[in-house]
């Protein structure tokens, strides 16, 4: 025998040691990939440093300001919402948010909770956080009292918001993996411009001269909302009311401890429980629930036109509720044409604002055959002759229509009212139906001379590789025609507003609905023949 012993096995890695590894390899092996990928990482985590970093500072710069204590809350309210929405857009973009993909693992709902949570501190996001909170918290802190309650709430907010972006996401992987999560994905940048707009007015807002006024009148009630509990807690200790100081931080802890909770009952259903679509139906269960589909299938669409006009507006109206590309588009027209005259109303602008709706509605006419792809083949394999071509154009325009008008009118009568302008109603409808007429009758004749096709693999992609311009060119141009083929009626409206004979304005309502509805029948009985004629164009350039 030897006289020397064998060493001892090591021992092995803790679960949270294995993630914490992991999340480091993941983020080193993402860089890895290519050499534009990692300096573009490189210049957006540089970016988003230095405005932590100067908003750190701002924070700080505060600490004798009478308004830090409600901008310190405010700031940790803010990063614990966004910390909660940002899954629901973005949840395809961290492959590290998708507990399903550990199921097959031999792991515990309670350590990959730990495993999770300490894996899920690593990284850039937690980083800006922990600055700002920093910087929210030592601006209320004066004295060691505040100091010492400042370590623990600062911790408490970081925590809060990282458990509640997990908790958040393991509640919807199912939804965010699905179909109608995809979808959530793709309309995305709607909720990003609602949310950039809403920030511009905020802005806005704050730069007033009382503006952090405001602030402070919310003071009392955001102080109580957990992460803003923990961030008060530090101003109420510096005033010496430790009682109140011990409240606020157990508010937050047990915030954080439901939050947990909410976490680990969402990873037991996902990681114990089986999920729906394995577990096959009882007999008369499964075909209740396929009469009823049936059923719902077979509901008529109401006041359709009879024929091929009502078979064309049903597909595109299907089109737009189940295609992600074409219900990002028109859930986009709808979103930033309301939010724009809302932007409108509240800075007390004009009621013009309202064109924006009629025009990002009527944009959806341009490149009407793109969204088909490749099936546009059965399209043109059941047009005939002119008469099918017009009655396959009227169908598209009519569905277009269909949305487009009553959206028109209500968020134009609606934003008159507000802003106390209900005699600019007549004018303003009668141009924004004439521009939208203009739309649809330039939509025509643009889908049909100058197609292109649709990058079905991108769902953000708004045209081919290599037809960009063309799509561009397409947009552009085409607004700046339906804006001259409105000329007749919105040149008298200026012209009556210059010369102050404001009694005749509400003469556009009369003259702009037939306008605008001469365009689009002129529109459909021009391009109808063109259609007919360049239906194997069509389809060579909307296919991939």
């Not at 114990?272 to 629930?289: F, K, L, M």
């Not at 002119?386 to 229509?401: H, I, P, Q, S, Y």
Request: hydrophobic content about 55%; aromatic content about 6%.
């Amino acid at each position: 025998m030897s006289g020397t012993t064998a060493a001892p096995p090591a021992a092995p890695a803790t679960v949270t040691a294995v993630f914490v590894r992991l999340k480091l390899s993941l983020m080193r092996n993402g860089l890895r990939q290519s050499t534009g990928r990692t300096a573009g990482w490189c210049v957006g985590v540089g970016l988003a440093l230095l405005f932590a970093a100067a908003n750190t500072a701002a924070l700080l710069s505060m600490r004798h300001n009478e308004h830090a204590p409600a901008v310190a809350v405010t700031v940790a309210v803010v990063l614990a919402m966004g910390w909660a929405v940002v899954p629901l857009f973005f949840f395809g973009g961290d492959e590290t948010l998708d507990p399903t993909r550990l199921t097959m693992l031999p792991l515990r709902p309670r350590p990959l909770l730990t495993a999770l949570l300490v894996s899920s501190l690593i990284g850039v996001g937690p980083l800006l956080t922990a600055m700002l909170t920093v910087g929210a918290v030592v601006s209320l802190a004066h004295g060691a009292a505040a100091g010492a309650v400042a370590v623990p709430a600062g911790l408490l907010v970081v925590a809060l918001c990282v458990t509640l972006s997990r908790a958040v996401a393991a509640a919807n992987t199912r939804l965010l993996t699905s179909r109608r999560g995809r979808d959530l994905a793709v309309l995305s940048g709607v909720f990003v411009a609602i949310g950039a707009q809403l920030v511009r007015v905020g802005a806005d807002a704050l730069s007033d001269g009382d503006g952090l006024g405001h602030a402070d009148s919310a003071l009392p009630v955001v102080r109580w909302i957990p992460p803003g509990t923990a961030v008060d807690a530090v101003r109420s200790a510096d005033r010496g009311a430790y009682g109140l100081a011990a409240l606020q931080l157990a508010l937050t802890a047990v915030a954080v401890a439901a939050v947990l909770r909410w976490w680990h009952h969402s990873l037991v259903r996902l990681m114990v429980s089986p999920d729906a679509s394995t577990i096959a139906a009882a007999p008369e269960e499964s075909g209740s629930r396929a009469d009823t589909a049936g059923r719902t299938r077979r509901l008529p669409w109401p006041r359709l036109p009879e024929g091929r006009t009502g078979t064309v507006m049903q597909r595109q109206f299907r089109y737009m509720w189940r295609d992600p590309r074409a219900k990002a588009s028109m859930v986009t027209g709808l979103a930033v044409g309301l939010l724009l005259p809302a932007v409108a109303v509240f800075q007390h602008g004009s009621v013009y604002q309202c064109l924006w709706a009629a025009g990002l509605l009527g944009v959806q006419m341009f490149n009407l055959f793109g969204t088909d792809g490749s099936a546009f083949w059965t399209v043109a394999a059941s047009v005939a002759d002119r008469r099918d071509a017009e009655l396959e154009l009227r169908g598209r325009a009519l569905a277009v229509a269909a949305i487009a008008v009553p959206y028109v009118t209500v968020v134009t009568a609606g934003a008159a009212a507000v802003l106390g302008r209900p005699g600019a109603l007549p004018e303003t409808l009668g141009v924004s139906y004439a521009f939208l007429g203009a739309l649809l009758a330039v939509g025509c004749v643009t889908s049909v001379r100058h197609p292109y096709a649709l990058p079905h693999d991108n769902p953000f992609g708004s045209a081919a590789p290599g037809q960009n311009s063309l799509a561009g060119l397409s947009l552009l141009g085409g607004t700046l025609s339906a804006a001259l083929l409105c000329a007749p009626v919105f040149a008298p409206v200026v012209v009556l507003h210059l010369t102050g004979h404001h009694g005749l304005l509400w003469l556009a309502l009369p003259v702009g609905v037939p306008y605008g509805a001469a365009l689009a029948a002129l529109a459909l009985r021009f391009t109808a023949p063109r259609l007919l004629g360049r239906l194997p164009e069509i389809l060579a350039a909307v296919r991939l």
